[in-house]
C-alpha cells in the first residue's frame, strides 16, 4: 500500500531530499510540507531558499547539488533545459500562482496612508522606506519592474517606475528574498513588494492590486538531473501534487493550479503522471 500523500509506487526509501525552492515558500516547505512528507514518507526533507535565478544559476554552476527544484517561474526552469543548458531538467509541472502584492509595515508611519490613499501615491512619500527583490535573480524582482511600468501606464503617470524604484538594481531596495519579509516586520522597511502567499500567512495588511496590472509568481517543480535522490525526490514531487500537498499549499496562500506538464513526458514517473491527468 502506498503511504497517505503519495502516488502509487513512490512511496519513500529513508532518503535524504534536498529540495532547492523559491524563498517566498519559506513557512510553506519548512513548517508544513518539509515535516508532513518527512512523517508520510519515512524519507528527510532537508530544504534551501533562495531567488529562483539564483537557485537556477547554483544548479548549472554545479555550485550546489539538488534533487528537487522549486521555482516561481516557468521562464527560470527553460533555462535548465535543453542541451544548451545542460539538460539539468527534462520537464517541469506548473502547479500553483501567487498575485504580486504590496505589503506594509502596520507600525509603519504611512501605514495610515495606504488604508486611505492611491498606493501610487503613498509609494512615492519622501522618506518611504521600500524593499524589493534583485531582478536579475529573483522573479519577484523583475516582476516588480513590471508592475511599476504597467502601473505607469494604467494609472498615465510618466516617470513613475523611476522615481519608485530608481535603477532596477537600486541598492537602497533590493535585498536577498530570504531577508524581506523579516527586515518589514523588524521596522526596517515600510513596504515591500511580496506575493500574496507571503503577506497571508504572515498576516501582513497589504494593497491589492488593479488585476490589469497585476503579475503572478507561477510555481514549478522538477527533479534534477543526476539528483542524488532519485526515489525520494520522485516521492516529494508527488507529495507536493497530491491531496496532502495541495491542501498544505491552500492554508498558506497559494492558489492551486490543475497540473500542466512542459517537457518530456515519457521522463515522467508514471506515480507522477497519475496526478498530471486527475
Do not use: C
Not at 519622501?126 to 535573480?137: A, E, M, Q, S, V
Amino acid at each position: 500500500m502506498a503511504l497517505i500523500g503519495l502516488a502509487p509506487g513512490l512511496a519513500g526509501a529513508g532518503e535524504l531530499v534536498n529540495v532547492l525552492y523559491a524563498g517566498s515558500l519559506v513557512n510553506l516547505m519548512e513548517r508544513s510540507v518539509g515535516p508532513a512528507f518527512d512523517r508520510a514518507s519515512g524519507d528527510r526533507f532537508r530544504g534551501y531558499a533562495g531567488g529562483s535565478k539564483l537557485l537556477a544559476n547554483q544548479i548549472k554552476g554545479r555550485l550546489r547539488q539538488a534533487d528537487v527544484f522549486i521555482s516561481a517561474a516557468p521562464a527560470v526552469n527553460a533555462r535548465l533545459m535543453g542541451a544548451a543548458n545542460g539538460d539539468w531538467e527534462a520537464w517541469y509541472v506548473t502547479f500553483a500562482e501567487s498575485a504580486l502584492v504590496i505589503g506594509y509595515a502596520p507600525q509603519s508611519r504611512f501605514a495610515a496612508d495606504f488604508k486611505r490613499r492611491p498606493w501610487y501615491r503613498v509609494v512615492q512619500s519622501p522618506g518611504i522606506r521600500l524593499g524589493r527583490t534583485d531582478p536579475k535573480l529573483d522573479p519577484k524582482g523583475a516582476l516588480t519592474i513590471t508592475l511599476m511600468q504597467r502601473a505607469q501606464a494604467y494609472y498615465r503617470l510618466s516617470g513613475l517606475a523611476q522615481r519608485v524604484l530608481g535603477s532596477p538594481e537600486n541598492p537602497a531596495q533590493v535585498l536577498p528574498e530570504e531577508v524581506l519579509l523579516g527586515r518589514l516586520q523588524s521596522g526596517e522597511l515600510d513596504a515591500g513588494f511580496f506575493y500574496s502567499t507571503e503577506t497571508s500567512e504572515a498576516r501582513i495588511p497589504a494593497v491589492r492590486l488593479p488585476p490589469a496590472i497585476t503579475p503572478k509568481a507561477l510555481y514549478t517543480i522538477a527533479v534534477v538531473r543526476g539528483s542524488p535522490h532519485p526515489e525520494g525526490a520522485d516521492a516529494f514531487v508527488a507529495f507536493l501534487l497530491g491531496p496532502q500537498g495541495r491542501r498544505l499549499m491552500i492554508e498558506h496562500g497559494l492558489t492551486i493550479r490543475p497540473p500542466s506538464l512542459t517537457g518530456s513526458a515519457a521522463s515522467v514517473p508514471s506515480g507522477i503522471r497519475s496526478l498530471l491527468a486527475r
